[in-house]
């Protein structure tokens, strides 16, 4: 039976390249100068340190716009809250999602089953199985999930005849 797979993966070297490029960025800015701003990867959770609150929004700017040079959809970044860090900077802590959530797999099933198209959806973990009989419910499938406009960016992989 035709089947393919609804995943969230963000390319995490990528990620890397774009902290990169904003922390070249923010080295070579006349209006960083003698700023303390850094950026932290851990994981999946990027720390961002500023002076204040206005730096801090122009380096999720950078950010967002390195990321979407590197061809990854900022989406794909969820922002925590602002905190206090010493003195009067502050800190942030960006997590990079990864996999398909279960309240995010929940909602997509039952847009599937009201969709009333002839596919099996199966939650295996942080992705979903899309099973059918035929490659145009499959396609109709994948048009229906593109069609939910989610916050998080979705690939369709493994589409198997």
Sequence with gaps: MPSFDV???????????????VRREIAQRFDFKGAKC???RT???????ADD???LKQVHELLRMHLVRRKIDAGALTFGKI????GNSVRQEVTIVQGVGKELAKEIVKA??????KVQVAIQGDELRVTGKKIDDLQATI?????LKT???????NFRD
């Excluded at 916050?151 to 992989?157: D, R, S």
């Design 112 to 117: 599937v089953k009201d969709g009333k198209l």
């Design 83 to 86: 905190e206090k860090a010493a």
């Design 53 to 55: 609150d206005l730096k």
């Design 7 to 21: 995943v969230s993966k963000t390319d995490v070297h990528e990620v890397d390249n774009a902290l990169d490029g």
């Design 151 to 157: 916050e998080q960016p979705l690939q369709y992989l």
């Design 43 to 49: 994981e999946n959770i990027i720390t961002v340190l």
């Design 143 to 147: 048009a229906l999930i593109k069609g």
């Design 38 to 40: 850094s950026l932290e």
